[in-house]
């Protein structure tokens, strides 16, 4: 059981590229987020989704886009990639019905935005 | 709006000393209350969580945390830490429906042999 996947784990970029970092999880989840992790800044949401087709922001959704066309399927994308986005992306997901509150976490991609 | 309160963001220790961890929340309705913890490397892992009952809940690893609901508290405990708890710990809230989690800024627990 694979869990939540990340892909890619590193990535390098110059300003102004975009890229897309890919998160798939096999446990028919229906909840699912993507969280920017900065030192000492803890874990803050970008986008959240509660199913197939329903996404909506969080606290920092500012330079990042989202859809979610399967339930397995979250990407987030950034487009014109600044500085200020370096950092370790966390992509999670979650039960809905049933829900016990456990979030699932992939292992992170690392971007880095020169 | 809600807000998670992790004082200290490093906490050294001895082997087999007694260690808080200690977090504080703001909110203007009931919510859900977690402790997670990130090992080097890795993705966040849940440690343990209060949802509702008893106010002392247990989790993996040794760790249980109370609810104090008068002091906005949820603060974190093990009566005697291994070197392998070193990791980096974050308390979190969530609302009733569990759309959003909000975490703390995260605690560095450094354990010395």
């Known amino acids: 059981n694979a869990g939540v996947t990340q892909t890619p784990k590193f990535r390098i970029l110059k300003i102004g590229q975009s890229m897309t970092l890919q998160c798939a999880q096999d446990?028919?989840?229906?909840?699912m987020y993507w969280y920017r992790q900065d030192p000492g800044m803890g874990l803050k949401l970008i986008y959240y989704?509660?199913?197939?087709?329903?996404?909506d922001k969080g606290e920092v959704p500012n330079g990042y886009n989202v859809s979610r066309s399967t339930t397995e399927d979250f990407p987030l994308r950034l487009e014109l990639a600044a500085p200020s986005q370096t950092s370790v992306y966390f992509c999670?997901?979650?039960?809905?019905?049933?829900?016990?509150?456990?979030?699932?976490f992939g292992e992170g991609s690392r971007l880095t935005v020169l | 709006a809600q807000s998670v309160t992790q004082l200290d963001s490093q906490v050294p220790v001895f082997e087999e000393a007694p260690v808080e961890l200690r977090c504080n929340y703001s909110?203007?309705?009931?919510?859900?209350l977690f402790w997670y913890v990130q090992y080097p490397n890795q993705g966040l892992q849940l440690l343990l969580k209060?949802?509702?009952?008893?106010?002392l809940v247990k989790g993996i690893n040794g760790f249980e945390a109370e609810f104090n609901k008068s002091q906005t508290s949820f603060h974190l405990r093990k009566p005697s830490v291994h070197i392998s708890d070193t990791a980096e710990y974050f308390c979190a809230v969530s609302l009733y429906n569990f759309n959003k989690f909000y975490f703390g800024s995260g605690t560095k627990l450094n354990v010395k042999p």
């Open positions: 999670a997901s979650s039960y809905s019905l049933g829900n016990t509150g456990e979030l699932f």
């Open positions: 209060y949802l509702s009952g008893s106010t």
């Open positions: 909110s203007s309705v009931s919510v859900y």
């Open positions: 446990m028919n989840h229906n909840y």
């Open positions: 989704s509660v199913g197939a087709g329903i996404t």
